[in-house]
């Protein structure tokens, strides 16, 4: 596989608790990711998913599993794995723990 494109989906919840619930509007954005370099490229509304003021930090799958919380990342990282090892459609969904917010994000896409 010479590339991935996956388009991650935030959920506008955010889960109860301590944390802010500042809303976060609902909105589709592209990766895309080169398997064989490890490039990534994000758009702006990606960075603001996770947090970052646009390309301020170099995107990559270990920047985001630093986000998702312990509970999560077998999930993420299975997913992941099997996204960027076998051609055809992925999907999986984790949250992601964004400083003040807990997001809920649904990746698909098609290797």
């Not at 312990?70 to 051609?87: C, I, K, M, N, S």
């Not at 969904?93 to 964004?98: A, C, F, L, P, T």
Request: aromatic share 10%; proline share 6%; with cysteine.
């Amino acid at each position: 596989m010479s590339s991935a494109t996956a388009t991650m989906t935030i959920a506008p919840s955010v889960a109860s608790g301590s944390r802010s619930n500042r809303p976060v509007s609902s909105s589709s954005v592209t990766v895309v990711t080169a398997a064989t370099s490890g490039r990534w490229c994000w758009s702006d509304a990606v960075f603001e998913i996770f947090g970052y003021p646009p390309w301020s930090v170099a995107p990559s799958w270990s920047l985001i599993i630093k986000h998702v919380p312990e509970e999560d990342r077998a999930v993420a990282q299975t997913g992941y794995e099997l996204a960027t090892t076998r051609v055809g459609p992925f999907c999986w969904s984790h949250r992601i723990d964004v400083g003040e917010a807990m997001r809920s994000i649904l990746v698909l896409g098609e290797t």
